[in-house]
């Protein structure tokens, strides 16, 4: 198959998927450039500063990694329901609109960056709400994309007369993935009231209706590159939503112990909180348990090891990271150090990062006509990416645990001891150690992209359909 052959919907997933590669750049980027700050704090002085950089890293993940969902199941939704996706022509028009708002807002953020406290700036720049900051207008257009490609998927299944039980779980997560995100336009003058919503959209649009849709995109994964039976991927989709909507919900009370709500959130958020990566492990492990019976045959090596890297380390990442810190008696100390970012870099990556870049390699080669994905060049960027976060992740993990201890339990939350923490040898060592690591992704970055885009030349082996992974 090559690009020409492509379904009007899969040429769109492609361009969805190019776009978030090139802005997976972008974020790590100023995710170096942030990383830079806390070793030179006055580095870009009266010229760009530190927010803008590290809202510009946060922003751009989110984004990134929603078009690589959205190009994912554009990719897979004629291949699941047998037809063209219903209202192709307003998915392609809405992706130009959603780079345009992309572009706008960046460049907003780099040339204007702040303005008055007035509500032209929450509409033109900046609306100050944490990992939202994009102007309303541009989260406007954010919900006209999303109930677009609400549209198609519910349009194409209804044209199809046919419902899988994967395309139920993604049709039923289309309604809160819509309707969360309207959370983010409310400005409450009641800090704990503003928090305990903001904390809705931050937590159930992103880390429960995301974890559902990339449940979905790893169950068309494991059938087409593991020839996983349906019956196995869709029943560990179930318990997923089910999960979700216990352990997710509830879990959501670990953001709540100290912004005002009652005490009985302590115990419930701890708990259920470690429970929601459960079901994608649990799906995977089944997968390759299943695979293993039939010796691991794959067509596609590095999509192969990236889907298992990603049940992995979203457990570990999201589940053992984020379960370490959300006992009160901890988080207590941990909430808001280095220790919280070291959880969020691991959780992040291993819950979605790991899974869109399984998606690029499939795609990749079903359209260069690739028999057998294989090769040394995807084993340097899956090393050097994974060697990297790991190093990032441990590196924030040092420094998070020097301010636990040292600002929180030593000194006691003050702004003095908060100075002392940020002074001493192990949290600059850690800050040192991330920007190091985080080169290395970089690398990592350089020649995955590389491998994408020169595969075809070393890869092709028509004689091998199929090798053991």
Same mark, same amino acid.
């Given at each position: 198959? #090559?690009?020409?052959?492509?379904?009007?919907?899969?040429?769109?997933?492609?361009?969805?998927?190019?776009?978030?590669?090139?802005?997976?750049? /972008?974020?790590?980027?100023?995710?170096?450039?942030?990383?830079?700050?806390?070793?030179?704090?006055?580095?870009?002085?009266?010229?760009?500063?530190?927010?803008?950089?590290?809202?510009?890293?946060?922003?751009?993940? +989110?984004?990134?990694?929603?078009?690589?969902?959205?190009?994912?199941?554009?990719?897979?939704?004629?291949?699941?329901?047998?037809?063209?996706?219903?209202?192709?022509?307003?998915?392609?028009?809405?992706?130009?609109?959603?780079?345009?708002?992309?572009?706008?807002?960046?460049?907003?953020?780099?040339?204007?960056?702040? *303005?008055?406290?007035?509500?032209?700036?929450?509409?033109?720049?900046?609306?100050?709400?944490?990992?939202?900051?994009?102007?309303?207008?541009?989260?406007?257009?954010?919900?006209?994309?999303?109930?677009?490609?609400?549209? $198609?998927?519910?349009?194409?299944?209804?044209?199809?007369?046919?419902?899988?039980?994967?395309?139920?779980?993604?049709?039923?997560?289309?309604?809160?993935?819509?309707?969360?995100?309207? #959370?983010?336009?409310?400005?409450?003058? $009641?800090?704990?009231? #503003?928090?305990?919503?903001?904390?809705?959209?931050?937590?159930?649009?992103?880390?429960?209706?995301?974890?559902?849709?990339?449940?979905?995109?790893?169950?068309?994964?494991?059938? #087409?590159?593991?020839?996983?039976s349906r019956r196995i991927v869709e029943t560990w989709l179930y318990i997923e939503v089910m999960l979700v909507l216990g352990a997710g919900i509830l879990g959501l009370g670990h953001h709540y112990f100290w912004i005002g709500t009652p005490k009985?959130?302590? *115990?419930?958020?701890?708990?259920?909180?470690?429970?929601?990566?459960?079901?994608?492990?649990?799906?995977? +492990?089944?997968?390759?348990? !299943?695979?293993?019976?039939?010796?691991?045959?794959?067509?596609?090596?590095?999509?192969?090891?990236?889907?298992?890297?990603?049940?992995?380390?979203?457990?570990?990442?999201?589940?053992?990271?984020?379960?370490?810190?959300?006992?009160?008696?901890? $988080?207590?100390?941990?909430?808001?150090?280095?220790?919280? +970012?070291?959880?969020?870099?691991?959780?992040?990556?291993?819950?979605?990062?790991?899974?869109?870049?399984?998606?690029?390699?499939? /795609?990749?080669?079903?359209?260069?006509?690739?028999?057998?994905?294989?090769?040394?060049?995807?084993?340097?960027?899956?090393?050097?990416?994974?060697?990297?976060?790991?190093?990032?992740?441990?590196?924030?993990?040092?420094?998070?645990?020097?301010?636990?201890?040292?600002?929180?339990?030593?000194?006691?939350?003050?702004?003095?001891?908060?100075? +002392?923490?940020?002074? $001493?040898?192990?949290?600059?060592?850690?800050?040192?150690?991330?920007?190091?690591?985080?080169?290395?992704?970089?690398?990592?970055?350089?020649?995955?992209?590389?491998?994408?885009?020169?595969?075809?030349?070393?890869?092709?082996?028509? !004689?091998?359909?199929?090798?053991?992974?």
């Amino acid at each position: 198959m #090559d690009y020409s052959a492509l379904s009007r919907s899969q040429k769109l997933a492609v361009r969805y998927l190019i776009a978030a590669v090139t802005l997976f750049g /972008v974020m790590i980027v100023f995710g170096l450039l942030t990383a830079a700050y806390y070793i030179q704090p006055s580095l870009l002085y009266n010229v760009f500063n530190f927010n803008n950089s590290k809202i510009l890293h946060i922003d751009v993940l +989110v984004i990134w990694l929603l078009m690589g969902f959205l190009g994912a199941v554009y990719w897979y939704l004629p291949k699941e329901l047998g037809r063209e996706v219903e209202g192709i022509w307003l998915a392609e028009l809405t992706f130009w609109v959603f780079c345009a708002v992309v572009a706008i807002v960046a460049l907003v953020f780099i040339f204007v960056q702040y *303005g008055p406290a007035t509500e032209s700036t929450l509409w033109l720049i900046n609306q100050g709400r944490k990992y939202v900051e994009a102007p309303r207008w541009a989260s406007i257009g954010v919900v006209a994309v999303m109930g677009v490609f609400a549209y $198609n998927v519910i349009a194409t299944c209804m044209k199809a007369h046919r419902m899988t039980g994967i395309m139920w779980v993604l049709v039923l997560d289309l309604i809160p993935l819509l309707l969360v995100y309207l #959370d983010a336009f409310p400005s409450d003058p $009641n800090m704990s009231r #503003d928090l305990y919503w903001w904390w809705w959209l931050v937590h159930m649009w992103v880390e429960s209706t995301w974890e559902v849709l990339i449940g979905c995109v790893m169950a068309l994964v494991l059938m #087409d590159v593991m020839g996983t039976s349906r019956r196995i991927v869709e029943t560990w989709l179930y318990i997923e939503v089910m999960l979700v909507l216990g352990a997710g919900i509830l879990g959501l009370g670990h953001h709540y112990f100290w912004i005002g709500t009652p005490k009985y959130w302590l *115990g419930i958020g701890g708990f259920f909180s470690a429970l929601e990566p459960l079901p994608l492990l649990g799906m995977v +492990v089944h997968a390759v348990y !299943d695979a293993g019976m039939h010796r691991l045959k794959t067509a596609n090596r590095p999509a192969f090891y990236w889907i298992t890297t990603e049940a992995f380390l979203n457990f570990i990442g999201a589940g053992i990271w984020g379960f370490m810190m959300t006992l009160p008696q901890i $988080n207590l100390y941990s909430h808001g150090t280095q220790w919280t +970012v070291s959880h969020g870099h691991f959780a992040f990556y291993g819950a979605y990062v790991c899974g869109i870049i399984a998606v690029l390699y499939v /795609v990749k080669q079903k359209v260069s006509g690739i028999a057998f994905m294989d090769g040394p060049a995807w084993k340097w960027g899956y090393g050097l990416l994974n060697f990297g976060m790991v190093g990032m992740v441990m590196a924030l993990l040092v420094s998070g645990m020097t301010q636990a201890l040292v600002g929180r339990a030593e000194g006691g939350s003050t702004l003095m001891a908060f100075t +002392v923490a940020s002074e $001493n040898p192990w949290f600059i060592s850690g800050m040192y150690a991330r920007l190091g690591f985080g080169v290395i992704f970089a690398l990592g970055y350089v020649v995955l992209v590389y491998n994408l885009l020169t595969a075809p030349r070393h890869l092709v082996q028509p !004689d091998a359909q199929v090798q053991t992974a």
